[in-house]
């Protein structure tokens, strides 16, 4: 006999119980691009000065001023715990329960990269207690490095099953748009993001990243060789189109939708690419020369900055790829894990690094020291490896990697903090009296015009009002200037 | 022995016939119906009674004994044998209800040619709330009953026509679109009377759907007699009601100077010098005075004309009528040209019929619409933008109207004025929506008298709407180099318009059955009873099909192939079904003391088995006093006191406990990432999380009340006090993120409400040729959020999108406006930042809340022989709302606000700045010497810029007071008349909206205009929207 609700069983949406990983994996990839290689791409950029807010829209001024508020940035937060982290974590469940290991390692990757962006951010955030829906309604937030040590134990978990072994069925390789199935690769991003997160302790567990790190050489781990994102990993064919909803998405929010007066190049980068002759301003900003805009000041008036209203925008296509990890940032980290511990050849890693950086957009090096690490410069000093190895991965992530530039600033200190504003004439004056101190400033950063916080660069994202209002878990705000908890201290 | 007697029966009021009068044969079945023109005719035997009955007289019995009786009635003044029609559409002595009722009949609700059934009837009912939401001709009608209650489901009433529940869809409606909501599709002309069921009380009946009140709308029937042709007809001239007002001090530019292509008024003040303005194309470029264009914003708009033609032929035997009524209504609105063109057809059918014990009554009803829409608020963004946010961004000194020429040289897409907005009439012209509409609705309804206390009824209705919506924006892409495209004096280059094409397929059913018992019985001279017992089945839903395409591959052409992108399509379904057992019973004691009992069973489909039966009781009294104690003087007539309690419920929607994927759909911020992705699918876990255990909302309602009459009913006062308690709550309660899901649909909160409405109503002047009717009406609504789920400080109604809220909070009123406010130091000094512009507070602070402190109505009727004059004056106090408008205008250096310290560098007043240690934490304050600049005022009046301060303007007192309705009204001399063949004419003149008085802050919109629904979420205000009309217009009623 029939009840009078068994019409109520929606046939819009299907019930969760139908869930598989080959859906909810893919959702959940999309769902971390969009964020990293969308909003927070866009205070990433700004952030590690890329690219400023133009006079003649009002867009970032928020972001450009370091003036957000909890209010301000609850999408992001929300897309990628609600979005993607419990996407992936459904997804952990239910390939195990199908003994689909290979979306268990894919799903643990992802899992533990959107986590990473998310403690790099907010130096706390719910983990332990976190997906249980009603079960938990104000999960306790975990310290950063707790999560650390947690989502190194799942991705090491998950590369103990037989992951290669499991089979895609049917097209579901084609569900992987990170690598197309390809599990040598998951395994090589694996070892990568934890060679990542254990560089990231360097200054405040300094003895767990080298003990990590060691460990990860002792094993014979292998690196990314090929760069990890949304993009074809064979022919570097980016997934993103030209079509509604399927646009990059720095493209689709600054360009497509706002109309792309918003963005403007920084004269921080710009001064540097200028300096180095990079031919990377061409990729980044279309053009060779490209003109830039003062970092935040975008409330100077045309008379007074005329040059402003001709400034460049930075040159994104509905067609660019979204990078994870890429093989540039690979051997980057490599190098420095050399340089630190001695593990691998730095001068070597480096060299691939450069060559990757370029062959990213099929561009040779130029002949500048920046690029180079001859066999003199390896009794260099720590630091002076250190920040050459910093600047050419700060050099190589604008476009949709912007958030790793902010990241290692505050990790490492470089580029770093210019004495003079960059209207000064110092700040771009070649006055190379020592051709490897140069007193030029091109590239430091300098305080925004507009900054609100008295002089100190924002260091974090406060949390946001959506978690805020509803977990009374939530701890006390801190300043957006306070550095996370492996952050330089502030000086 | 048998005899033909005839005559004509007037009322003793006006000498008038009065056409349907009951003339009865005492003791028999036997009787008649006066004609239209009062006259009967019956054969009765010499010396029997006749008894004359009609509602609102007092019923008269007459000795034949002439052939020739000639009666006159008298109204009944004691309210005593006045009829209503009561829930279930059942006709009962208005004495007998312990609740408060308002009818209005179809006089009222046609006064003044109001196009939709209750657009007549604003200021005119206490606890009755209607309002335009939109301007435009076919827009939605917003109808409250009392006050809000809900937080996140309908606070709509149940709309119920004769005797069946109306699908009140607003298929396709969203915030840039108004197609208007399906209640609004019926004829006017077409109503008898409408019947306002305010509290649960009265509305208990209808269990599960009552608890927001209900409106039971009963139209005409035919009368026996010789076929009666009723013509109506009305032009209404319609034309902007309120416009917002510049400031007309400073014109075009930014930061203090003179720029040719920006969009705000932030550059010098007026010279009144000629200058060159807008674009340069080929080295030519127009001149004119440098000063601010009067009326330049109401020049933006033309009149529009609405026309209201009704034909109706009504008649039948004693044993059948017939009523068939033709409606058409075409209109063109006040947006130049054929983008607001709207047109609906009415047929309707009403038959009756008896043979015997059994009788019938069917109804069918066919309307047929289609209208084009102006997109309000902001176009999709990417693809398109809105005339209304453009008509905002034109400085003060360039003529709107010569805009109109959108593709002249100097206005087109390359070389319009500034590369930041759009022409507004290309978008007006090349951008559009056409909804379009067939509807039948109708009933049959049987009877079957068993015996002379017991009748059996069943009734089936339907309701099926197909409609449908098309929505384009067209193409557009500034050529590189041209003015638009890069060389106005900033390089600033406008985005294209991508266009896009949407087509939207929608069909509503609703199905409605009922068997009953109705029984009726007078046991002694000291009791009656009467009463129903009965089942209701009723099944309803939805099936909807939206697909959309971007990027047209052609411009100008709009089908969804003309892409090359892909449709995305959605569709949605929904069905639900609900099961009710109800009786109600009566009893009556010495026709002065009732008792009346609902009870209601509802089990719903929407609900899991164990959750989904509920039963909704009511009971009510009502105690005629001055019947009791047989009152007789003239000074007091009438003293009933009432009291009653009722219960209902509000259901919830379908597939609302079981937790689903969805489509992928992920968010940017600005524009989705949407799955299938590169031909791979994608679902994710739904964020909301759903539990089984849900329960309907439920409505706990008191209600106490008194009607008098004084003065031998020259002054009546009707007062009422309630209070409504809704519990269980079906609320979307916002969870942290952190535990996979964005909310949780859960019971919870608890709303109360209570207020008081007066009706007042007086006759001050009655004589034989001058009668003056006045009526007052006050009422006061005040509904407070007792509790909120645990944990949760507030539930977040509605949102701008820049940061300000309206939500619910636990202990406060409902609809609290809340938004940024600036952060102030332990002496109270506003902190600014090193810029010198206000901090924000960390959290939002509270502006107000939304409900008026009353609303009141005066109405007044003047009639002097056969003119009346009639006026209506509504006064709303009180409350806030939130103003897109006012935003942009602020942003754009137009409201008269920006001209603060005449535009020249100040120091926010009272302002420190803060002292930081090296960890950015705050160890003091120092006093702020930073100046906002003369370049930097506009930044202090922007959103982003100084987040501080901006909803300080943007929130504006809700207050007005209108001049609702006039008209007058002249009955043709029936002499006259009679020449033409017509036993009634009637011409009149009105106007509609004629006057807005607003509060002295609020320059910029008309509160009571909104582009966020019609439900409690309109109540945060609006968003760009269109403004309000006022309409003028003429009318001629003629019946043969």
């Avoid at chain 2, 005119?124 to 009392?146: P, Q």
């Avoid at chain 2, 966020?1012 to 217009?1033: C, H, N, W």
């Amino acid at each position: 006999c029939s009840k009078i609700n068994d019409i109520n069983v929606s046939p819009n949406d299907p019930p969760i119980e139908k869930a598989t990983p080959q859906v909810l994996f893919p959702s959940a990839v999309m769902s971390t691009a969009g964020q990293v290689g969308g909003e927070l791409d866009i205070i990433g950029g700004i952030w590690s000065q890329y690219w400023t807010q133009s006079p003649i829209a009002n867009q970032f001024k928020t972001i450009d001023s370091y003036n957000l508020q909890r209010q301000d940035f609850n999408r992001g937060y929300n897309e990628l715990f609600a979005g993607a982290l419990a996407d992936y974590q459904l997804g952990i469940t239910k390939a195990k329960e199908a003994k689909l290991y290979n979306f268990y390692l894919m799903c643990t990757v992802m899992k533990a990269y959107t986590y990473e962006v998310l403690v790099d951010l907010y130096d706390k955030v719910p983990y332990t207690e976190a997906f249980q829906g009603a079960a938990k309604l104000n999960p306790k937030f975990d310290d950063g490095f707790a999560i650390y040590k947690g989502l190194i134990a799942e991705i090491d978990a998950a590369l103990a099953t037989d992951y290669k072994g499991a089979p895609f069925v049917g097209s579901s390789a084609s569900t992987d748009f990170v690598f197309g199935g390809t599990m040598d690769y998951w395994l090589k991003f694996a070892n990568t993001l934890k060679l990542k997160m254990y560089l990231r302790m360097v200054n405040t567990h300094a003895a767990e990243a080298e003990a990590g790190i060691r460990a990860l050489y002792a094993a014979h781990a292998q690196f990314l060789d090929t760069d990890a994102g949304v993009i074809e990993s064979s022919d570097k064919v980016s997934y993103f189109t030209d079509v509604t909803d399927q646009r990059n998405p720095i493209y689709a929010y600054t360009v497509f939708n706002l109309g792309g007066n918003d963005l403007r190049a920084s004269k921080t980068l710009v001064s540097w690419l200028t300096a180095h002759n990079d031919p990377r301003a061409t990729v980044y900003f279309g053009t060779a020369s490209p003109i830039s805009i003062d970092q935040g000041n975008y409330t100077a008036p045309q008379s007074a900055q005329p040059s402003y209203y001709s400034a460049t925008a930075p040159a994104f296509k509905a067609t660019d790829p979204v990078y994870f990890l890429t093989k540039a940032e690979s051997h980057f980290l490599q190098a420095e894990a050399g340089v630190r511990y001695g593990v691998v050849s730095a001068q070597t890693e480096f060299l691939n690094g450069v060559t990757a950086a370029f062959a990213q957009y099929s561009l040779s090096a130029p002949a500048d020291t920046s690029y180079q690490w001859d066999n003199t410069f390896n009794s260099a000093s720590t630091a002076r490896k250190i920040k050459r190895i910093i600047y050419q991965k700060w050099a190589s992530f604008p476009n949709s990697h912007a958030l790793e530039g902010f990241f290692d600033q505050q990790r490492t200190g470089y580029p770093e903090i210019s004495d003079v504003y960059s209207t000064n004439p110092l700040y771009t004056e070649d006055t190379r009296i020592d051709p490897l101190h140069p007193i030029n400033h091109s590239g430091q950063w300098v305080y925004s015009k507009n900054g609100v916080t008295g002089g100190r660069f924002p260091k974090r994202l406060v949390f946001p009002d959506s978690e805020r209002s509803r977990n009374s878990s939530t701890p006390a705000e801190v300043p957006i200037t306070t550095p996370v908890w492996w952050g330089l201290p502030n000086k | 022995q048998n005899k033909t007697i005839t005559g004509t029966v007037t009322s003793k009021d006006d000498g008038l016939p009065i056409p349907g009068v009951t003339v009865k044969i005492k003791g028999s079945n036997q009787g008649a119906q006066t004609s239209n023109d009062g006259k009967y005719s019956i054969s009765a035997a010499d010396g029997s009674t006749l008894v004359f009955s009609f509602i609102g007289y007092t019923t008269q019995e007459v000795v034949a004994t002439k052939n020739i009786i000639n009666v006159t009635l008298s109204t009944d003044s004691k309210q005593l044998s006045e009829i209503v029609v009561t829930g279930l559409g059942i006709n009962k002595a208005k004495k007998t209800l312990g609740y408060a009722q308002t009818t209005v009949k179809n006089e009222d609700i046609n006064r003044s040619a109001s196009i939709n059934a209750l657009g007549g009837l604003q200021g005119k009912i206490a606890g009755v709330n209607i309002s335009n939401v939109s301007g435009a001709s076919g827009g939605s009608t917003k109808i409250i009953l009392r006050g809000y209650t809900s937080l996140t489901g309908s606070n709509a009433p149940l709309y119920v026509i004769d005797g069946v529940p109306l699908n009140n869809a607003r298929s396709g409606s969203d915030d840039n679109f108004d197609f208007g909501n399906n209640a609004n599709d019926i004829d006017p002309n077409s109503i008898d009377n409408i019947s306002f069921l305010k509290g649960s009380a009265a509305s208990a009946i209808y269990g599960s759907r009552g608890s927001n009140g209900v409106v039971v709308i009963t139209t005409k029937k035919g009368k026996a007699g010789a076929p009666v042709v009723n013509f109506s007809s009305a032009a209404t001239v319609t034309d902007v009601a309120f416009v917002y007002k510049p400031q007309s001090e400073f014109g075009q530019g930014w930061d203090g100077h003179f720029v040719l292509g920006e969009n705000g008024n932030w550059g010098p003040k007026y010279t009144g010098q000629t200058l060159p303005w807008g674009s340069i194309v080929d080295n030519a470029q127009l001149i004119r005075p440098f000063s601010f264009i009067k009326n330049n914003v109401r020049d933006a708009f033309d009149r529009g004309l609405e026309l209201n033609n009704n034909i109706s032929i009504a008649g039948g035997t004693d044993a059948s009528t017939y009523l068939i009524s033709y409606n058409n209504i075409h209109s063109n609105g006040v947006l130049p040209g054929p983008a607001d063109k709207f047109n609906r057809n009415n047929f309707s059918f009403r038959g009756t019929t008896s043979y015997k014990k059994f009788s019938a009554d069917v109804s069918m009803n066919y309307v047929s619409k289609v209208g084009n829409f102006v997109a309000t608020g902001q176009g999709p963004t990417g693809v398109g933008t809105t005339f209304y946010e453009n008509i905002l961004q034109i400085p003060g000194n360039i003529p709107i109207k010569d805009l109109r020429d959108y593709k002249n040289t100097f206005f087109n897409v390359d070389n319009y004025y500034t590369p930041f907005a759009e022409n507004p009439y290309w978008n007006l012209n090349e951008n559009g929506s056409r909804s379009k509409s067939d509807r039948f609705y109708g009933n049959i309804n049987l009877n079957f008298k068993a015996t002379d206390w017991l009748t059996i009824n069943f009734q089936q209705g339907a309701d099926v709407t197909n409609s449908g919506a098309r929505i384009w924006y067209n193409s557009n892409y500034p050529l590189p180099g041209s003015w638009v495209g890069g060389a106005n004096t900033e390089g600033a280059v406008r985005k294209p318009d991508v266009g896009s094409v949407e087509e939207d397929n929608f069909q509503n059913f609703e199905y409605d059955s009922k068997l009953q018992a109705l029984f009726n019985k007078k046991f002694s001279t000291d009791f009656d009873i009467n009463g129903l017992i009965g089942v209701n089945y009723n099944d309803r839903g939805s099936r909807s099909h939206i697909s959309t395409v971007e990027v047209l591959a052609i411009p100008d052409f709009f089908n969804l192939s003309n892409s090359s992108n892909k449709p995305i399509s959605t569709e949605t379904k929904l069905h639900q079904r609900l099961v009710g057992f109800y009786a109600q019973g009566t009893l009556g004691f010495r026709d002065y003391l009732y008792l009346t009992v609902t009870g209601r069973n509802d089990i719903t489909s929407t609900l899991a088995t164990g959750n989904n039966s509920y039963f909704y009781p009511g009971a009510n009294i009502a105690y005629v006093l001055s019947q009791a104690l047989g009152f007789t003087n003239k000074t007091v007539t009438y003293v009933k006191l009432r009291g009653s309690y009722g219960e209902t419920g509000s259901d919830t929607g379908p597939y609302q406990i079981y937790n689903t994927l969805k489509q992928t759909n992920s968010s940017l911020g600005f524009g989705n990432l949407l799955f299938p992705f590169n031909g791979v699918a994608g679902f994710s876990i739904n964020d909301i999380l759903y539990t089984t255990g849900l329960k309907p909302e439920r409505v706990k309602d008191y209600e106490l009340g008194g009607e008098f009459r004084f003065l031998d009913d020259r002054l009546g006062l009707d007062f009422t006090y309630y209070h409504k308690i809704r519990k269980d709550q079906i609320l979307n309660v916002p969870i942290a993120p952190s535990t996979g899901y964005a909310s949780q649909l859960i019971n919870f909160g608890e709303l109360t409400e209570h207020g008081y409405e007066v009706a007042l109503n007086a006759t001050p002047v009655k004589t034989s040729w001058v009668k003056w009717d006045f009526n007052y009406t006050f009422s006061r609504n005040r509904t407070m959020v007792k509790s909120l789920p645990p944990g949760l400080d507030k539930v977040i109604l509605n949102a701008d999108g820049y940061g300000g809220q309206f939500v619910a909070m636990a202990g406060q009123p409902l609809g609290l406006l809340q938004a940024p406010v600036p952060a102030y130091d332990p002496q109270g000094h506003v902190i600014v930042d090193s810029q010198g512009y206000p901090i924000a507070a960390a959290e939002n602070g509270t502006y107000g809340n939304f409900q008026h402190d009353f609303v009141m109505g005066f109405n007044n009727t003047v009639r002097v022989k056969d003119f009346a004059l009639g006026f209506t004056l509504e006064w709303d106090k009180g409350g806030k709302f939130y103003s897109g408008t006012a935003d942009l205008f602020n942003f754009v250096g137009a409201d008269p606000k920006t001209t603060y310290n005449d535009r020249n560098p100040f120091i926010v007043p009272n302002s420190v700045q803060r002292v930081l240690d090296d960890a950015g934490n705050v160890i003091g304050y120092r006093e702020n010497t930073t100046q906002i600049t003369e370049a930097n005022n506009d930044d202090f009046y922007y959103t982003t810029s100084n987040k501080a301060l901006a909803w300080s303007r943007d929130i504006l007192d809700r207050s007005f007071v209108k001049l609702r309705e006039v008209t007058l009204t002249y009955n043709l001399p029936k002499t006259f008349l009679r020449k033409l063949g017509a036993s009634n004419a009637t011409v009149g003149v009105f106007g509609k909206n004629l006057i807005t008085w607003l509060p002295s802050g609020n320059h910029v919109v008309d509160p009571e205009v909104s582009n966020y629904g019609t439900d409690l979420a309109s109540e945060y205000g609006e968003f760009r929207t269109a403004p309000p009309l006022r309409y003028y217009g003429a009318s001629l009623k003629v019946t043969f």
